[in-house]
């Protein structure tokens, strides 16, 4: 992309001078990403499990809404089935329905029919509805091959495209990113080899395989849970003292979503393993999908805790990372610390270096000592 100079002969803005411009790439455009496909990188991905339209719409929901807060509706009724999304929680909307690729096609469902499906899930027979688009897309995952070819990464839906059940596409893209904004910087600045870009794909590849295969997880419990619901004559009747079977089962089905909605231990508790980690002995603690446990060991996410500073302010973990590496260490900890403090502007080394409890300027709160 072309830049604006800030003069005739100095450095664009936000640019060192002598910089590098071209060393690295990172190819984040998309599920169809051109990049990947220019480095002939092919997907790892199986067969669609399901096809869908999404309808992008303009309406007013808030009389139907009730001041529930909902970021997803699911929609079972005789006449359509679906996802009710919230975009804004008022106006702005999406509705996701399936359709059979084999009886019907994305052309069947012009503006004026979405809408009409639109105001059957919102039960508003007389709803103003602005259809903006509506595009099919598969339910599917496909994970590159690869996520590095020499100097290009790949990164976000360039690199691996899952099921929206759980949304994890875009937390799983936003680790990539994490990590692709820190290493390069690093190399870049002389401060680490090229040896260290070496591990975004060893420390990547599996957080996207996990993550897909627990979307698909979530999927086809979703699935089991419509699928008691594609006769019509009993959707019908669920409201009717004959539907009580129907809505038993329902009850049983919901619970069983959970996994959907609530995953702490998924997106905080991946334990990277690379070059580019130091292993000290101990097993990784174990996160669930739902629980997330706190580790400090090698290659887990550094402990979110609260210390106390002399002044009384309360800082957490992440405040006390600078531009660089950090050691904390406990109270018996000055060899740690004399040995990051010992060689002042040596590549690697850590740019902040603190005792707990020891140094006189932070405090520790009880669970942070276990950390």
Not at 162 to 168: A, S
Not at 218 to 228: H, K, W
Not at 315 to 342: S, Y
Request: net charge neutral.
């Amino acid at each position: 992309m072309p830049y604006r100079r800030r003069g005739r002969d100095g450095p664009p803005p936000g640019r060192h001078p002598g910089a590098d411009p071209g060393r690295y790439v990172v190819a984040a455009d998309g599920a169809r990403s051109p990049v990947r496909d220019l480095l002939g990188v092919g997907n790892d991905e199986i067969a669609p499990v399901g096809h869908l339209i999404n309808a992008y719409f303009d309406a007013n929901l808030t009389a139907y809404t009730r001041g529930r807060a909902y970021a997803v509706w699911w929609i079972l009724n005789p006449r359509t089935r679906g996802a009710l999304i919230a975009l804004d929680g008022s106006r702005r909307w999406t509705y996701n329905f399936a359709f059979d690729p084999e009886r019907e096609s994305p052309a069947d469902y012009p503006p004026e029919c979405c809408a009409e499906l639109i105001r059957h899930a919102v039960g508003a027979p007389d709803l103003a509805v602005r259809v903006r688009s509506a595009l099919p897309w598969k339910l599917e995952i496909a994970i590159a091959e690869r996520f590095r070819v020499d100097r290009v990464f790949l990164a976000g839906d360039a690199a691996h495209r899952f099921p929206p059940t759980g949304g994890f596409g875009m937390n799983t893209g936003i680790q990539d990113a994490h990590i692709l904004a820190w290493k390069p910087a690093a190399v870049l600045r002389g401060r680490a080899g090229e040896e260290l870009l070496a591990s975004y794909e060893a420390e990547r590849v599996p957080v996207a395989r996990f993550n897909a295969a627990q979307s698909m997880r979530n999927a086809e419990r979703m699935a089991g849970t419509i699928v008691l619901f594609t006769d019509p004559t009993a959707l019908s009747s669920i409201e009717d003292a004959a539907g009580h079977q129907l809505r038993g089962a329902l009850a049983v089905a919901i619970p069983d979503q959970r996994e959907h909605f609530v995953f702490q231990g998924q997106t905080f508790g991946h334990d990277y393993t690379s070059t580019a980690i130091v292993p000290d002995g101990t097993l990784a603690p174990r996160s669930g999908i739902t629980e997330y446990r706190m580790s400090a060991h090698p290659g887990a996410l550094a402990p979110r805790t609260w210390f106390r500073t002399a002044d009384g302010a309360r800082v957490a973990t992440v405040d006390l990372v600078a531009d660089g590496f950090l050691v904390p260490a406990g109270a018996e900890g000055a060899a740690w610390i004399a040995a990051a403090r010992g060689a002042p502007g040596q590549p690697g080394l850590p740019s902040a270096a603190f005792r707990v409890a020891a140094d006189g300027h932070l405090d520790a709160e009880p669970d942070a000592w276990r950390l």
